[in-house]
């Protein structure tokens, strides 16, 4: 008897702390989660809280994207909801995996969310996002022409639908200094027709300019997409080929456009046209271009993104006043010149609602209020992008900005990543093979390997050969 | 009253109320070690990712994740960098480095002692990722290494490039040693000056004491710290990954390293986890190769 009172009392204390333990564990909501309407501060109004969730660099409450969201959240006609941002501090490629996770739950999730253009089809396939055309067909701004067209190929997913709307983009061409071309006796305004050009302007860099590198390229695994985007399918997309053929739904895996953009790799670094290898192969090496080596007058030609310039403005992490008249931007060339003439690949960001969002209907009211022309054109322009609306591009405000409105032009030749869930992988195979190539794989080689990995990861049945 | 206590002992050995005192302990060992190692175990089978279709609906792939890891030459380079890794910084570096320490200290005065251990733990206190940024600042293009060279007069080497993974290896040793220090340090106090001096007045010299008594003497310790300090590098991230990122190329890939990459940034889990398992199967085998060798 004695001992079986114990035993009960034994088992309730075992379950108490295993229920305690349990209690500690489970605890749900954080506060930039709740959805639900709260109190207000009078105890009035009840105000529904949408929470905005962005990339935080490290700059704080100092970024542009924060302080946008912030004034209009001031200005923000129905007071009845709250804007709140709920930045993620992290590095680029984290911010995907965290965004990815905080998505997955109905407790984490934001109420609108930054997608990158890249991996906005992903997170489609995945079932994170919300298609948004039954809203977008009944908003005036989408059908009217105000939003440039061919931006919208950036937000549609491999199933034809949208899921988002885009805020910001960005083109890619050839940076160069003109004082740097003026003293090797080129000219200022250049405008290369082929690739041959651009290497034969390298080459007299070299030689009558010893000191300056003459042409900087991500061409390493470190710097990750911007290898892949910035180099790397510059060059592809110049030679007519591209990663992805829509028309049958494969990856091209080998190809004459491939070789060809290879090769230009390779020319680069065996006639020691580009930086050293030890500069180039590390995650730093954009920033090594585009905040020291660029503004010092260490380095000829890059070829980069327009956003460059947010790092000369005043508040910027490399402000160089004078970039406005050194700088040349010159559009990327065709590899022979074949039409268009030049290329760019466009990225750019969108705001998308998550489907575990808890107030889609509020979050589409401010995607449509944040992403007016007035309130665009002030995003784009604190923070050095470029627009993806046709009223802003027209707006002289905005065209007074220096390279805004040639890098806007270039839009025109636009060309997105391929819209496919598996792009994310393949651009780490790309990466791969490109650095491989600039540490002196032959091209051939290189492709080779890629087509053996790319098959891997999307299956023999989704390549092709050309 | 002695008596019936005597009766009455036995029998309450034979009830199993000792279950009930550990359960709370047995639930956290369920919940927090138990569980994610079956959860791990189950999804290094399915084709888990962080996104894209894949994260929408979760299916068993069977054996494919390990298929895959077979056919990966990634894989074959990174067991190999981590051996390499292991080798290097573990097993001679803060193995023989920490011993070396330790006998160098071993009867001097209370000073020197301080003096040496103090150094060699600052590396072992600093945080792993504080660590890194350190010899990162060290071994960089502009770093301390290279100013201490240039003034000499010889040019700049570029070492997280030229020679990464040994700056890698030096990083960890840097970093671990204190600990092997501080374990043969405890081994060698053991040693019974009685003996020595029984060797010393029949004419041992000192290698013959090094060898014959020393090294016997502490061999198991020796071996539980092989072990200790393999099992700690198995695992080491944040060093490697804040001072080369795991290259240039694959050349300082470990591991976990690539487990994260593909765990992170190619976001597929699943394959992450298959990778992990076998890096614990790498930990496994190891240990009990230590555990055997001290057994003999």
Redesign the interface.
């Given at each position: 008897m004695k001992?079986g009172k114990?035993?009960f009392w034994?088992?309730t204390?075992?379950l108490l702390?295993?229920s305690l333990?349990f209690g500690c564990t489970g605890g749900k909501g954080t506060p930039a989660d709740t959805g639900d309407p709260e109190p207000g501060k009078d105890g009035e109004t009840a105000k529904k809280i949408i929470t905005v969730t962005f990339r935080d660099d490290g700059i704080g409450e100092n970024g542009a994207f924060y302080k946008w969201l912030k004034e209009l959240s001031a200005s923000y006609p129905d007071k009845s909801v709250e804007i709140k941002p709920t930045p993620i501090q992290a590095s680029e490629?984290?911010y995907?995996?965290k965004v990815?996770?905080a998505l997955?739950s109905k407790d984490t999730a934001p109420d609108i969310v930054t997608e990158d253009t890249f991996?906005l089809n992903?997170?489609a396939?995945?079932?994170?996002l919300e298609p948004l055309d039954d809203k977008l067909a009944a908003w005036e701004d989408w059908g009217n022409g105000s939003f440039i067209e061919a931006m919208k190929k950036g937000v549609t997913a491999s199933d034809g639908k949208v899921y988002g709307v885009p805020y910001n983009t960005d083109s890619r061409g050839l940076w160069y200094n003109k004082d740097i071309f003026k003293q090797a006796g080129l000219p200022e305004d250049w405008q290369p027709k082929n690739w041959e050009e651009v290497l034969s302007a390298a080459r007299t860099i070299k030689e009558k300019a010893p000191d300056v590198v003459p042409i900087w390229m991500n061409m390493?695994?470190?710097t990750?997409e911007a290898t892949s985007m910035q180099t790397y399918e510059m060059l592809l997309y110049g030679t007519g080929e591209r990663l992805y053929d829509n028309a049958g739904g494969k990856w091209i895996t080998k190809s004459q456009g491939i070789l060809d953009a290879l090769t230009f790799v390779e020319t680069v670094n065996k006639e020691k046209l580009g930086p050293?290898?030890?500069?180039v192969?590390?995650?730093q090496a954009g920033n090594t271009a585009s905040r020291e080596y660029l503004p010092q007058g260490k380095l000829a030609i890059s070829l980069d993104g327009s956003w460059i310039t947010g790092n000369y403005m005043e508040s910027g992490a490399a402000p160089w006043p004078e970039y406005k008249d050194v700088l040349g931007f010159a559009p990327m060339p065709t590899s022979q010149g074949q039409d268009p003439g030049s290329i760019t690949l466009a990225g750019g960001w969108a705001l998308s609602i998550p489907s575990n969002s808890k107030n889609k209907d509020e979050a589409w009211e401010f995607i449509q209020y944040a992403l007016n022309k007035d309130n665009t054109q002030k995003l784009v322009m604190s923070s050095g992008n470029i627009t993806v609306r046709a009223d802003v591009a027209k707006d002289p405000e905005y065209t007074k900005m220096p390279f805004n409105e040639i890098a806007t032009e270039y839009l025109q030749n636009a060309e997105f990543r391929p819209a496919q869930?598996?792009y994310?992988?393949v651009s780490?195979q790309i990466q791969t093979m490109v650095?491989?190539v600039a540490?002196g794989t032959s091209p051939a080689d290189a492709m080779n390997k890629y087509a053996q990995d790319v098959t891997?990861i999307v299956g023999a049945d989704h390549i092709v050969e050309k | 009253m002695s008596s019936l206590s005597v009766d009455v002992y036995p029998k309450?050995r034979k009830?199993y109320?000792w279950l009930?005192?550990l359960?709370?302990s047995i639930?956290?060992m369920l919940?927090f070690f138990i569980y994610p190692i079956l959860l791990t175990f189950f999804y290094s089978f399915t084709n888990l990712?962080?996104?894209?279709?894949?994260?929408?609906e979760l299916k068993f792939i069977g054996l494919d994740n390990y298929a895959?890891m077979f056919?990966?030459p990634t894989v074959r380079i990174s067991i190999w960098n981590t051996l390499v890794f292991l080798i290097g910084s573990a097993v001679i570096g803060q193995q023989v480095l920490g011993f070396l320490i330790a006998l160098l200290m071993k009867q001097r005065n209370k000073t020197f002692r301080r003096v040496i251990g103090t150094i060699v733990l600052a590396g072992w206190v600093t945080p792993e990722i504080v660590c890194a940024l350190c010899l990162y600042s060290f071994f960089g293009?502009e770093g301390t290494l290279n100013a201490i060279i240039t003034f000499f007069g010889f040019s700049e080497v570029?070492w997280?490039?030229?020679v990464p993974m040994l700056t890698i290896i030096l990083a960890n040793i840097w970093h671990g040693t204190a600990f092997s220090m501080l374990v043969f340090q405890a081994a060698l106090d053991d040693v019974p000056n009685e003996i020595e001096e029984a060797a010393v007045v029949d004419g041992a010299s000192k290698w013959k004491i090094f060898t014959r008594i020393i090294i016997p003497y502490i061999k198991s310790t020796i071996t539980t710290n092989m072990m200790l300090v393999t099992l700690q590098t198995l695992g080491v991230f944040g060093l490697i990954y804040a001072m080369t990122?795991g290259?240039?190329?694959n050349s300082t890939t470990t591991l976990p390293i690539f487990m994260y990459?593909q765990a992170?940034?190619?976001?597929?889990l699943g394959y992450g986890t298959a990778i992990s398992l076998l890096l614990l199967l790498i930990g496994i085998v190891l240990s009990l190769l230590y555990i055997r060798s001290m057994k003999e």
């Open positions: 001992s114990r035993g034994l088992v204390t075992a702390s295993v333990l490629g984290d995907f995996a990815a996770l997955k991996i992903s997170d396939s995945a079932g994170y390493g695994k470190a990750g050293p290898l030890s500069k192969l590390n995650g869930e598996k994310p992988e780490t650095e491989s540490t891997r | 309450r009830t109320t009930f005192f359960l709370p639930a956290i919940v990712a962080l996104t894209g279709e894949a994260a929408r895959r056919q990966d293009d570029t997280l490039f030229t990122g290259g240039p190329g990459n992170f940034v190619n976001y597929q």
